[in-house]
């Protein structure tokens, strides 16, 4: 499954989810693609106030918003089927 960070750079609180999510998805077979919200002026209206923002490749409709913990994290990778996955 591939998983998107939207994120931008210089943005603390995007490197700390960062972190939280391959800690904590360690076990889990997924690739983390990082989206920088500043490219284009659609994504910075969308997201820019919100960021970051975990969402998944295929289900633009399914995103977690900042702040999330691990518990969170993992809540939401069982609920988008990834904890399915775990290795």
């Known amino acids: 499954m591939q998983l998107v960070l939207y994120t931008t ?12 999510i391959y ?10 693609r990082k989206v920088d919200v500043s490219d ?5 209206a969308h997201y820019g106030l ?6 998944v490749a295929d ?9 999330f913990d691990a ?3 993992l809540v939401f990778i069982n ?3 990834l904890g399915d996955g775990a290795v």
């Open 40 to 44: 284009t002026d659609e994504l910075m």
């Open 9 to 20: 750079d210089y943005c603390q609180l995007c490197e700390e989810a960062e972190e939280l």
């Open 59 to 67: 289900n633009e409709s399914v995103e977690l918003g900042w702040p």
């Open 71 to 73: 518990h969170q994290l």
């Open 23 to 32: 800690r904590e998805l360690s076990g889990y077979q997924y690739v983390l």
């Open 79 to 81: 609920q988008v089927g």
């Open 50 to 55: 919100r960021i970051p923002v975990l969402g």
